[in-house]
């Protein structure tokens, strides 16, 4: 019987297994596991298991030169968008020995440089970023430094990192053309702010939308924030600033879309009778808003997963190329779109 005051080691799950400690380093560590036939793996596990062994990380790290930690930067941990792609992150890293360490930037360029210093001062082995701005000197500098960094959802001007996304642009034609077949010829989008690429990328896949649907007028407005407040704020000044009101409402993201349904009930309107509204990413209570939200579902969870995947693989073979992958979005049609009004 193991004494349960003895930290169970290495040796332990060797003599337990009946193998030798080199194997089992490898067949608990998902990154060599395929150098051990399954049988002598699978004996090794059921060991480690039996005798509660937990890896020690800190010594992998001493003899690999890596921390195995991950720094994940983000830019609004109140924003539901973001808690999904999170737990996608660490579902890929936890089982490889990885630890994120995550940092919230308030979509602050300042805070984003102090949060990247601060996680690069821990010595972490490579970054998720989810906080890009188009501009960002801070990421710029950890690019010269050779930083292993993986953009999310959000590119950083003209940096070479990977960058892993929705295909936001077809999200955008698909929500045109549902409501251009439900009969809406005055379409608004408001846009998120310019120095974020999703802004820019949405807001030109709206405008050529439009333009090659026949009938269709769609104009383009920013709101100062990806937020509730700006998105009723930037409604607000359409309703009161604008003769030809717009019969549906293509938002930046949900957060907005919750501001344009605010503001409609403040002045007295009606979505969908009025005017229709259909928002983007499909956050967790998307479905439970009043009406329930029209919105472009993103996969969240995949995203973060396969951030994580193309960064571990950087880090791995000490080489990183600037590839793009796009994930597939889906319209999911809920009660807050409608025929347009007479």
Same mark, same amino acid.
């Given at each position: 019987?193991?004494?349960?005051?003895?930290?169970?080691?290495?040796?332990?799950?060797?003599?337990?297994?009946?193998?030798?400690?080199?194997?089992?380093?490898?067949?608990?560590?998902?990154?060599?596991?395929?150098?051990?036939?399954?049988?002598?793996?699978?004996?090794?596990?059921?060991?480690?298991?039996?005798?509660?062994?937990?890896?020690?990380?800190?010594?992998?790290?001493?003899?690999?030169?890596?921390?195995?930690?991950?720094?994940?930067?983000?830019?609004?941990?109140?924003?539901?968008?973001?808690?999904?792609?999170?737990?996608?992150?660490?579902?890929?890293?936890?089982?490889?020995?990885? *630890? =994120?360490?995550? !940092?919230?930037? %308030?979509?602050?360029?300042?805070?984003?440089?102090? /949060? &990247?210093? $601060?996680?690069?001062?821990?010595?972490?082995?490579?970054?998720?970023?989810?906080?890009?701005?188009?501009?960002?000197?801070?990421?710029?500098?950890?690019?010269?430094?050779?930083?292993?960094?993986?953009?999310?959802?959000?590119?950083?001007?003209?940096?070479?990192?990977?960058?892993?996304?929705?295909?936001?642009?077809?999200?955008?034609?698909?929500?045109?053309?549902?409501?251009?077949?439900?009969?809406?010829?005055?379409?608004?989008?408001?846009?998120?702010?310019?120095?974020?690429?999703?802004?820019?990328?949405?807001?030109?896949?709206?405008?050529?939308?439009?333009?090659?649907?026949?009938?269709?007028?769609?104009?383009?407005?920013?709101?100062?924030?990806?937020?509730?407040?700006?998105?009723?704020?930037?409604?607000?000044?359409?309703?009161?600033?604008?003769?030809?009101?717009? *019969? =549906?409402?293509? !938002?930046?993201? %949900?957060?907005?879309?919750?501001?344009?349904?605010? /503001? &409609?009930? $403040?002045?007295?309107?009606?979505?969908?009778?009025?005017?229709?509204?259909?928002?983007?990413?499909?956050?967790?209570?998307?479905?439970?808003?009043?009406?329930?939200?029209?919105?472009?579902?993103?996969?969240?969870?995949?995203?973060?997963?396969?951030?994580?995947?193309?960064?571990?693989?950087?880090?791995?073979?000490?080489?990183?190329?600037?590839?793009?992958?796009?994930?597939?979005?889906?319209?999911?049609?809920?009660?807050?779109?409608?025929?347009?009004?007479?």
């Amino acid at each position: 019987m193991i004494d349960p005051l003895h930290r169970v080691t290495i040796d332990d799950v060797a003599s337990r297994a009946g193998v030798h400690k080199a194997t089992v380093s490898r067949a608990l560590n998902a990154r060599t596991r395929h150098q051990v036939n399954a049988e002598t793996a699978a004996r090794v596990a059921e060991a480690a298991a039996a005798l509660g062994y937990v890896p020690n990380a800190m010594a992998r790290g001493l003899r690999t030169s890596n921390s195995m930690t991950i720094g994940v930067i983000i830019p609004d941990l109140t924003n539901p968008f973001f808690p999904p792609i999170v737990r996608g992150i660490e579902n890929f890293l936890q089982p490889r020995g990885y *630890t =994120a360490l995550l !940092a919230n930037t %308030d979509d602050s360029e300042v805070i984003e440089r102090a /949060s &990247l210093d $601060s996680l690069l001062g821990r010595r972490v082995d490579g970054l998720v970023v989810a906080s890009g701005s188009l501009y960002s000197s801070a990421l710029t500098d950890a690019h010269e430094a050779g930083v292993f960094a993986v953009m999310l959802n959000r590119d950083a001007g003209g940096l070479p990192y990977p960058l892993v996304t929705g295909n936001d642009a077809t999200g955008i034609a698909a929500a045109v053309t549902h409501l251009a077949e439900l009969g809406h010829r005055r379409i608004l989008h408001i846009a998120g702010p310019a120095d974020f690429s999703t802004s820019g990328t949405r807001a030109d896949a709206f405008r050529a939308a439009c333009s090659s649907t026949k009938g269709v007028s769609g104009t383009v407005v920013e709101a100062a924030a990806l937020s509730v407040e700006a998105g009723n704020q930037t409604m607000d000044r359409v309703l009161t600033e604008r003769r030809a009101r717009p *019969t =549906a409402v293509i !938002a930046g993201n %949900d957060l907005v879309a919750l501001g344009v349904l605010r /503001s &409609l009930r $403040s002045h007295g309107l009606s979505c969908p009778n009025d005017v229709s509204v259909v928002g983007f990413n499909d956050i967790e209570f998307a479905q439970d808003s009043n009406p329930p939200l029209t919105t472009v579902h993103v996969p969240m969870l995949e995203m973060g997963t396969e951030a994580a995947r193309i960064l571990l693989e950087a880090i791995e073979n000490r080489v990183q190329e600037p590839v793009t992958v796009r994930l597939p979005v889906s319209l999911i049609v809920r009660g807050s779109t409608g025929p347009a009004p007479a």
